[in-house]
T-cell receptor
């Protein structure tokens, strides 16, 4: 069945770039998402990419998609302490009702 | 920005008891979802609901679970006879269309003792 895997922890220094990686198994995935969860809050959609794209940039966020390897990454430039949160990779296919999530990567930003 | 609201934020119950988790989706959304996250594990899809019926459900969503949209605003998840392993954070979500982004509530932490 579909599966999404990501590393559980990442620690960076303030001002550095963070790169969070994710792999997925469903080759029919059409939408790939990055969600952010801050303590006590729900999942907030950060950015998404369609499977026919290789890259998407949105201010400090860059999403790279390698469809051949089924690998997705999220780069956060100039990481700030306010970026500390859990980041979830997720995918869904065309016409599918369900979104499949990874377990989330906890990002620690050290001042 | 419109938001999905969930109540209560925390629910403690005894094993075998029924619980109802409540959600108010965004008012003009048509698709509604429940997800759950057991501590330290993945966010898991439970069920999607559209046009007053279940459109898709996962293996987790067995006969102990049911969903309802009792009026024009609320969307509820009922667990008939809770088990210890039902302890999790339950997230409600809604979207305007099938391919559109999901808006999540802040979750209900369910603890079954």
């Amino acid at each position: 069945g579909e599966d999404v895997e990501q590393s559980l922890f990442l620690s960076v220094r303030e001002g550095d770039s963070s790169v969070i990686n994710c792999t997925y198994t469903d080759s029919s995935s059409t939408y790939l998402y990055w969600y952010k969860q801050e303590p006590g809050a729900g999942l907030q959609l950060l950015t998404y990419i369609f499977s026919n794209m290789d890259m998407k940039q949105d201010q400090r966020l860059t999403v790279l998609l390698n469809k051949k390897d089924k690998h997705l990454s999220l780069r956060i430039a100039d990481t700030q302490t306010g970026d500390s949160a859990i980041y979830f990779c997720a995918e869904r296919d065309t016409g599918g009702f369900k979104t499949i999530f990874g377990a989330g990567t906890r990002l620690f930003v050290k001042a | 920005e419109p938001e999905v609201t969930q109540t209560p934020s925390h629910q403690v119950t005894q094993m075998g008891q029924e619980v109802i988790l409540r959600c108010v989706p965004i008012s003009n959304h048509l698709y509604f979802y429940w997800y759950r996250q057991i501590l330290g594990q993945k966010v898991e899809f439970l069920v999607s609901f559209y046009n007053n019926e279940i459109s898709e459900k996962s293996e987790i969503f067995d006969d102990q679970f049911s969903v309802e949209r009792p009026d024009g605003s609320n969307f509820t998840l009922k667990i008939r006879s809770t088990k210890l392993e039902d302890s999790a954070m339950y997230f409600c979500a809604s979207s305007g269309g099938i391919g559109e982004k999901l808006f999540f509530g802040s979750g209900t932490q369910l603890s079954v003792l």
